[in-house]
C-alpha cells in the first residue's frame, strides 16, 4: 500500500513537472517579441501540445505564448505598403521592424521620407535597450506619460542619453537635428 501511494505522489509529481517546464518555456520568452523568438515560440507551443487537456488548464502564463504567437505572426508579414522592396533602406527597416525597433506611422505606413522626432529618436533608442522599467514619468509639461514615447522619454533623461530645453520642456514632435542625435 505503501509503495503504491509513493507511485502515485511521483506520477502526480511527473505531471506538475510537465506543466512547469511548458510555463518555464513560456516564461523565457523576451519582452518584448522579436522575429528573433520564433524558434522559442514554436518550441513553447510544441511542448504545450504535448500535454494532456486536463494539464492545458493548468498553464498559468498560456496568453502570453498566444501574445507572442500573434507579434510573430505580425513580424513576418511586413505590412508596409508604402515601401520599395529595391529601396536602400528595405532590409534596414524590415530589420529595425521585425527586431520591434519601430512601428509604422499608421499600421500599414512606414512613411519612409518623413523626418525623425525627438519622441522617435529616445523610443527607439529605448527600445535598443530592452524597454527597461523607468523609476519615475516624464518630467517635462510637454510630455504625456502615455504616450509612445512616455517611458521612453522618462528613460532617456534618468540615463543622461536627452535632455530638455531651455525652458523645460522636451519637444517630443522636434524633428532631431545631427548635433542632436550625437
Not at 523568438?37 to 494532456?52: F, G, H, I, P, S
Not at 511586413?78 to 521585425?98: G, R
Amino acid at each position: 500500500d505503501y509503495l503504491e501511494k509513493l507511485e502515485a505522489c511521483e506520477e502526480q509529481l511527473a505531471w506538475l513537472q510537465e506543466i512547469a517546464a511548458v510555463e518555464e518555456l513560456i516564461d523565457a520568452l523576451s519582452d518584448p517579441i522579436t522575429i528573433e523568438d520564433a524558434e522559442a515560440v514554436e518550441e513553447a507551443r510544441e511542448a504545450y501540445e504535448e500535454l494532456t487537456e486536463e494539464q492545458k488548464k493548468l498553464v498559468g502564463n498560456y496568453d502570453k505564448l498566444v501574445e507572442a504567437e500573434e507579434t510573430i505572426e505580425k513580424l513576418s508579414n511586413i505590412p508596409f505598403t508604402d515601401l520599395n522592396e529595391n529601396a536602400w533602406y528595405y532590409d534596414a527597416v524590415v530589420y529595425a521592424y521585425q527586431h520591434g525597433l519601430v512601428n509604422g506611422t499608421s499600421e500599414t505606413t512606414f512613411d519612409p521620407y518623413v523626418n525623425v522626432s525627438r519622441g522617435m529618436v529616445v523610443t527607439v533608442l529605448y527600445r535598443l535597450a530592452g524597454c527597461p522599467e523607468v523609476e519615475s514619468t516624464a518630467s517635462f509639461p510637454d510630455v504625456n506619460p502615455d504616450a509612445y514615447y512616455g517611458k521612453a522619454v522618462a528613460w532617456a533623461y534618468e540615463n543622461g542619453i536627452a535632455n530638455g530645453y531651455v525652458e523645460g520642456t522636451f519637444q517630443p514632435a522636434k524633428d532631431v537635428t545631427r548635433a542632436e542625435l550625437v
